[in-house]
């Protein structure tokens, strides 16, 4: 499979907004690099599904985050909305989302292609988190799953935050009860292929092998460690800066 190419769409904010000016999400597509998205048209309205706990004793969260935060959203048929207070189910990959009329709905896994949050912090700087689909299926992941991009360029660095409900029994009284579970895996995608990220140095250094002594000098200098995976982030981002 041709691998995917995240590119840009801008985002017309206001001076008070949350957002940032020309803040960007980034699309699955063919689209030329560098393209202008300045006359995007987003729907006004998103239709969905109301919401109806489905989830009977289970303790813990299904979702990413509980909060609803303002979104931008990119459809599985290309169709684009912003400003959509939402929050993922990754229990189920649905996105629940609050209507007009603040009732919570959500959209079934596949719907949605791409969500967008951009948040700023409190020492004034910004966080984007960009969640994607249709990624080739992985291990026991599927293109419906949700991934966290984390270094975005030749080399992606993905991030797989998913929950899952389990049973447990208490060993003493011997009743059941059932919880979220998180499972969290990080994967690399270049090249149209995605393989599970090793935190080892052998297996990092196969993704760079085409800038070996540039990346090597940039490893000592900077002292960096393949198990953190901030690190890692740190290494990809400057390889993909060459």
């Excluded at 499979?1 to 840009?8: G, I, P, T």
């Excluded at 009977?56 to 169709?79: C, Q, Y």
């Excluded at 901030?230 to 400057?238: C, V, W």
């Amino acid at each position: 499979m041709k691998m995917k190419k995240y590119f840009l769409l801008s985002l017309i904010l206001l001076i008070n907004s949350n957002f940032i000016k020309s803040q960007t999400i980034r699309l699955p597509s063919s689209e030329t690099p560098g393209q202008s998205f300045d006359k995007e048209v987003f729907v006004r309205q998103v239709d969905g599904t109301p919401f109806k706990q489905k989830y009977i004793n289970v303790t813990g969260s299904p979702f990413l985050f509980d909060e609803f935060k303002k979104s931008f959203l990119i459809f599985a048929d290309g169709r684009k909305a912003k400003d959509i207070k939402t929050r993922i189910d990754v229990c189920s990959n649905e996105v629940h989302f609050l209507d007009d009329n603040n009732k919570e709905q959500f959209l079934l896994a596949g719907t949605i292609k791409e969500v967008a949050y951009i948040d700023t912090l409190a020492d004034g700087k910004i966080k984007v988190q960009q969640f994607v689909t249709n990624i080739p299926p992985v291990d026991n992941l599927t293109e419906k799953d949700f991934f966290e991009i984390l270094i975005n360029g030749k080399i992606i660095l993905l991030k797989s935050d998913k929950r899952k409900i389990n049973e447990i029994k208490n060993e003493m009284s011997g009743e059941k009860s059932s919880q979220f579970d998180d499972y969290i895996e990080y994967f690399v995608y270049t090249n149209g292929s995605i393989k599970r990220l090793k935190k080892d140095k052998d297996f990092i250094s196969l993704f760079t092998v085409d800038k070996k002594e540039k990346m090597d000098a940039y490893l000592k200098e900077k002292k960096l460690s393949f198990k953190n995976v901030e690190d890692i982030k740190t290494f990809f981002a400057y390889y993909n800066s060459l």
